[in-house]
């Protein structure tokens, strides 16, 4: 601990295991860290797990619970439907 900071290194996989990206991260303590780093992948569509480390020690580990939102939402069009498609009129 530095100044009442700890600094810890987020690791970020896919699910096949392959590592993402790496970013260091500045928390008072290890529950701070995580929060920091679950904020920090909220918009992230691709992660699968992630790894907190705190020098050579991993205090974290986390898998995704739940399936990946897509990054943009699909938009469906009239333009989506086939010619043939009954709609609520007919």
Known sequence: MV???????????????????????????????????????????HWFAFELWQNARRVHKEIRSTPAEPAVPVVRTVAHLKPDTPTATG
Not at 12 to 32: C, F, H, P
């Open 3 to 45: 100044n009442g900071v700890d600094y810890f290194r987020l690791y970020v996989y896919d699910k096949t295991k392959q590592l993402l990206r790496t970013t260091d991260l500045v928390a008072e303590n290890k529950i701070a860290a995580m929060t920091n780093a679950r904020d920090f992948l909220a918009n992230e569509a």
